[in-house]
């Protein structure tokens, strides 16, 4: 298992990747992918039990799904240094005929990438459908997937929730990024939820809060408690707080990141609090 200081350092690489990517085509999603940046690290260096040949089907590994699509920059640059793809390939990010667009799609056959999300609310569902095919199939592995707090507000999602709890599917541990931003502002301005976690609880979830959510400690400790949660006729909930843009100070505690690149000078910046540690692309 890697070391606390290796994850860090995998971490702050991959901040690297998101801003260098997002800079070079002057679009992209850097906040909400800076703030996810020590859970993907955890997931996919310490927690899932994963093959790098890649094949759709998923049999016998965990899998992962992200929902809110957007932030593709942190999925693709831990993808890459997990060992699904070269990491040279991050240079192609949001270039005409990339496997890398903007939303992860499945028809460029991107290794790692099993649905195209960008048309936010669905993941859950397809999480969900994945899970049960596990159950059906005599299959143990787990299903865990992602979420944005600013996404639980398309409806479709509190369809996938209740349908979870009502169908006992236990092998779903799903993340909520609890950044408290979307892309207008405050998700409390946009449309308050009340506790999120009192809804999943009333229906019929586990509900496990990681107040530290950009802490890679408290994150793996978080995970773990997930996975013992599971296997016992209920589905699994993480609230991760987290900090959109976390990383770079001054991305962080705005939501004006959400959608928009650096700069020159701003890139510079960002770079200089977040050194090379992995090597750059």
């Not at 397809?126 to 592995?141: C, Q």
């Not at 169908?167 to 779903?172: E, G, S, T, Y």
Request: aromatic letters at 8%; one cysteine or more.
């Amino acid at each position: 298992m890697p070391t606390t200081q290796q994850l860090q350092d995998f971490t702050q690489q991959v901040r690297r990747d998101i801003l260098r990517m997002v800079h070079a085509v002057n679009s992209g999603h850097p906040g909400g992918s800076l703030g996810c940046a020590e859970f993907f690290t955890c997931l996919y260096q310490e927690v899932m039990d994963y093959s790098t040949d890649f094949t759709m089907d998923g049999k016998n590994e965990d899998l992962f799904f992200l929902s809110n699509g957007h932030i593709s920059p942190v999925y693709y640059s831990v993808l890459a240094h997990s060992g699904f793809f070269p990491v040279s390939e991050l240079a192609t990010f949001r270039h005409i005929d990339s496997r890398l667009q903007g939303h992860p799609t499945t028809h460029e056959g991107l290794p790692g990438v099993r649905i195209a999300s960008g048309s936010l609310g669905q993941g859950m569902s397809v999480a969900l459908g994945a899970a049960e095919a596990k159950k059906l199939n005599g299959d143990d592995k787990l299903v865990y997937s992602l979420h944005g707090d600013g996404e639980l507000q398309e409806g479709q999602n509190w369809e996938a929730i209740m349908y979870a709890s009502a169908k006992k599917v236990d092998n779903i541990i799903c993340t909520i990024d609890l950044n408290g931003k979307q892309i207008d502002g405050a998700t409390d301005d946009v449309l308050p939820m009340g506790s999120i976690k009192a809804k999943f609880e009333a229906f019929g979830w586990y509900v496990l809060e990681v107040k530290e959510g950009n802490d890679i400690e408290a994150i793996l400790a978080g995970l773990s408690e997930a996975k013992s949660l599971t296997g016992k006729g209920k589905p699994v909930c993480i609230l991760l707080y987290t900090e959109m843009g976390n990383g770079v100070d001054f991305m962080m505690h705005t939501h004006a990141w959400h959608g928009k690149a650096p700069n020159d000078e701003q890139l510079e910046n960002a770079l200089a609090q977040n050194p090379e540690t992995l090597g750059d692309y």
